[in-house]
Structures are given as C-alpha cells and as structure tokens.
C-alpha cells in the first residue's frame, strides 16, 4: 500500500481526539484492526495511540475472552478477540481480570480495581469489569464494528434479571478452574452467562434516535463512540416494554429460541 494511504500513529492519535477522547478517559474498545487500514507498527501502534490520548491518568479496557476449558490461566490462555486484545494483553503494565471465559484487560489508573474480584461477579454482569467502567464515566469505543460487538450491553440484562440468565451456550455451563499468576487456583462456577448479541442492533437505533452517539473515523475505520452508562439505561429501556428485545429471531440459535420462551413465561431457568 503506497505510504500516504498507510495510517500511522500520528493519525490515529488525531483521529482519536477528534471523537472527544483525552487525558482521562476510560474507554472500552472494541475494534476490527483489517478495518483500519495498513497501520505501521500493527496493533501495537494502534494500543499505543489510545494510550498517548488517554494518558497514565485514563484507562483502557479490552475484552480478551477465552473459550470454556477446564483450565483457564490468567497469564497463558490466548485472548480470543482479535490481535489487538491479544497483543495487549500481554503488554508490561496490562492486568488482566481472573474470569474463566469472560475475562478483560485493562491499563491505567482505574486497572487494579477494575479487574479485581471478577471471578465473584458474572462475566458481564453486575458489578463487573465492563459495568465497573461505565460507572466511572467510562466509554465504548466501536472501531470498525457495531453494538453487536458491544459486550456492555449484556449487564443491563444482568441488571434487568431478565428470565433467560442461565441459558447457557453449550460447553458454558461447567465448573472451571482459574490459575492465577502466582499458581494459585479457585474453582469457579458458571452463572448469568451473556448470551447471543446479534440483535443487539436495537440498542444502537435506540441510542442514534436520541442523539446519543458520537461517530467519525480511526484511520479508515467507521468509529462509533457512546457513554457507557447511556448503552445500559437504553438497553434497560428496551427491556423494561419487552424482555426478548434483545434476543435474536434466528431459529437455528443455540440460546435465543429457550431464551425467548422463557421471556414469553417471565420465569428463570
């Protein structure tokens, strides 16, 4: 690709500020890095962009999930979110959240507290990672995808109990052990596992017909921005007139077709 249509640190730093981001922020980000464009220096460019435009005082937090196994260790079990969780994840300074198949990492001056004691909430409910953020002001930062990639939109149907919480996708609903990077281990058991996202669509019209969303681009990438908080009360809202809004219609889904009958009941599992 001919250098002028490379995107390089310098751009994404301005891209980034041009969304309103700065020294401070907390963000959520999720992101398709092919949806960027050829960036010099790869993910790592990409990481340190955001880290510059937030600075020590902010925090950035990644969803680097696992799929289910036995065995999960903090240090060794590969993010499986794309490069750019993986490759921060293993970054000095980067701490990791002890969840078995819905862990994060984070970076910055809210991380230790962020992470701590995931393994004693849900994967994405209450008082998690992702709610613990968007508590402290945090934002979601969409770069190159949409809200179907908008893990934070899971707590508010922790927050709402909605009745299909443990409705598991298959091999979810086992116990399994967290090693933690000091070799000791806890046996965690599964709850409130997230389920299908794809209709989670519904939120982002919901958000865009009350001006809730703010949208420009990093390097090449469409970038939708929104208020961590506004996600979950527009997503409550949703819930609150329907507890199947959020569930897709697609009836070869694994979750969704239990889900939505046990939405129909208003009973749990």
Known sequence: MPARLAVTLDRLVADCQA???HPGSRVALHSSLKSIG???????TVIRALMEVVGEEGTILMPVFSRPAARFSMQETPSRTGLVTETFRRMPGVTRSPHPTHSVAVW????????????QASGLGVDSPFHRLARRGGLVLLVGCDSRSSSIIHVAEAIAQVPYLDVFYPGYDIPMTVVYPDGRERLVEPRENPGDSSAFLV?????????????G??????????????IIEAALALLRKDPASLLCQKPNCPVCPKSRELARRGQRK
Do not use: K, S, W
Not at 108 to 119: C, F, P, Q, S, T
Not at 203 to 215: A, H
């Open 19 to 21: 969304l309103g981001l």
């Open 38 to 44: 050829f960036v010099f220096g790869g993910p790592q």
């Open 108 to 119: 910055g001056a809210d991380a230790e507290e962020i992470a701590r004691g995931h393994e």
């Open 203 to 215: 939120v982002e019209e919901e958000m865009r017909r009350q001006g809730l969303i703010r949208e």
């Open 217 to 230: 681009l990093v390097g090449q990438a469409r970038t939708l921005v929104m208020n961590g908080m506004d």
